[in-house]
């Protein structure tokens, strides 16, 4: 049901079957608009404006509803009457739609192909405003036994450390992992930089055992696997190449 009030009227002036809260109880949350469902999560306006009003001025300026849950919050903030509260309750309600989406016993999530693997972490780093390096731990069954935040911020700037990769491995006795990371460019094409990444966490892994299943790049629409581009296998034979630097001891690499 369409709803047109004037700008000088709040919610609480419109019948009560017509506000949000009072629509989503009776109704179910599915008979609500987009706006209407953000008006609930901003739960008030500004003086002339409902949330309702508020709501659809955010959508128009992002675009989608998906482009306004996913804008950083200082974007968020720049919309007249966007305070800090709503700013960060919009930003709340995404973060929990995105652990939802993840698996809570993660023992129980076996991950057995490139195609899995990139499911996953399209749910779970699509939309990120800041750049993100992850490292899934694999036991032999292929199942994850931790879902681990390396580095955060731009991987060509902050580099994640090898050290710590193949240490955490070690402690939670992983047999394989699967490395990842975000580009909130949206583009989902490797770097140089993401290639010598890669080719440089296959040499530290491979005197320990531990299998680099994976590098797959997150981007909007679209992931990269390195695996399925066929890298992966080419920095494996680089690896083991002969002439190729020696590697660091078992302790050196768990740093110890």
């Known amino acids: 049901m369409p709803i047109t009030k ?5 919610i ?14 009776s109704k179910g949350s599915q008979a609500l608009t987009d706006a209407e469902l953000v008006a609930i999560l901003i739960r008030v ?6 949330a309702v009003e508020l709501a659809r001025d955010l959508l128009k300026q992002f675009g989608s509803l998906r482009a306004m849950v996913e804008a950083p919050v200082i974007a968020l903030l720049d919309v007249k009457g966007m305070k800090g509260a709503k700013a960060a309750q919009l930003r709340a309600a995404m973060e929990i739609a995105r652990r939802v989406s993840v698996p809570s016993r993660r023992g129980e999530l076996v991950i057995k192909s490139t195609h899995a693997a ?23 069954r292929k199942a994850l036994v931790e879902d681990a935040l390396i580095a955060q911020g ?29 580009h909130p460019s949206g ?9 010598l990444l890669t080719q440089d966490l296959i040499a530290a892994c491979r005197p320990l055992g531990l299998k ?3 590098h797959v790049i997150v981007g909007d629409e679209t992931t990269f696997s ?30 110890k």
Request: glycine fraction near 6%; avoid cysteine; proline fraction near 7%.
């Open 154 to 182: 731009a991987v060509d700037s902050v580099r994640p450390p090898l050290r710590s990769i193949v240490a955490r491995a070690l402690q939670v006795n992983a047999s394989a992992i699967i490395a990842a990371h975000n």
């Open 12 to 25: 609480v002036s419109w019948p009560q079957e017509e506000r949000p809260r009072e629509r989503l109880l």
């Open 6 to 10: 004037t700008q000088s009227k709040g």
């Open 45 to 50: 306006g500004f003086k002339g404006k409902s």
């Open 118 to 140: 990139a499911d996953y972490l399209r749910e779970r780093m699509r939309g990120l405003v800041d750049e993100q390096f992850r490292v899934l731990y694999l036991n032999r």
């Open 226 to 255: 390195f695996a399925d581009s066929g890298l992966l296998d080419e920095f494996e034979l680089l690896s083991l190449a002969p002439g190729s630097a020696p590697q660091p001891s078992r302790a050196q690499r768990a740093g």
């Open 212 to 214: 680099v299943l994976d």
């Open 187 to 195: 583009v989902a094409e490797p770097s140089e930089s993401d290639r």
